[in-house]
């Protein structure tokens, strides 16, 4: 079957470092991407990884291992605007775009 | 550029009800994605079009089922209705049919079911 597993909920402080996992099992893959979707908010594009290596956009970073069928999200220098779900997704040979569940992330002062 | 619009924002309805949703693209796109988002169950896909054509469709009943117009305008419609339809529904343009890379998505239509 096809899944994305994330962890459901991070919590951290401001200032610090965060990284969100997603494993996934999917027919066939072509790519991971990112997105973060604020409380009422629509899901926006953060990053996204077709090949094994680190992207890195600003505070944002994001890792693919296809061989581990793994990537995570980093985030750097937490701000409070940071609080929100961030979802990976994975772009599968049927050309459909699955989602994992979600990773809600709480940022505290 | 303006960003996806989806109307109506809010919606109720009862049981057995149909209704209908729609979706303008960002101008210049042509791919129209559908994606049902519920607490429960996350994101799902429901469909996608391109150039007035269904491309993909995701695991839903019969009772969901969507268009495209040509000036790339998406619709997606919902016969009866049941209480487990109560969702957000996103709407999500590319310029190239379903680039994982880049979707930007509308602000969703919430509707409930009675």
């Known amino acids: 079957g096809q899944s994305l597993e994330q962890p459901s909920e991070v919590t951290a402080v401001e200032g610090a470092i965060v990284q969100i996992n997603c494993t996934y099992q999917t027919s066939g893959f072509y790519g991971l991407s990112w997105y973060q979707q604020h409380d009422g908010g629509a899901p926006t594009f953060l990053s996204y990884?077709?090949?094994?290596g680190l992207e890195e956009t600003g505070r944002f970073s994001s890792f693919l291992s296809r061989s581990d069928s793994y990537g995570y999200l980093l985030l750097q220098e937490l701000q409070m605007k940071d609080s929100a779900s961030y979802f990976c997704?994975?772009?599968?040979?049927?050309?459909?775009?699955?989602f994992g569940t979600g990773t809600r992330l709480q940022v505290f002062p | 550029k303006a960003g996806v619009t989806q109307t109506p924002r809010y919606l109720i309805k009862t049981r057995g009800q149909q209704v209908t949703l729609s979706c303008s693209p960002i101008s210049g796109h042509r791919s129209v994605s559908w994606y049902q988002q519920t607490p429960g169950q996350g994101l799902q896909f429901l469909f996608e079009y391109f150039s007035e054509t269904q491309r993909n469709k995701g695991n839903f009943p019969g009772r969901f089922s969507g268009r495209q117009f040509s000036n790339s305008r998406s619709e997606m419609n919902v016969s009866t209705l049941e209480l487990g339809d109560s969702a957000l529904y996103l709407c999500a343009s590319s310029s190239e049919p379903l680039a994982g890379e880049t979707q930007y998505f509308g602000p969703g239509t919430r509707l409930l079911v009675l």
């Open positions: 990884n077709a090949l094994d």
């Open positions: 997704a994975v772009k599968e040979n049927t050309d459909k775009l699955i």
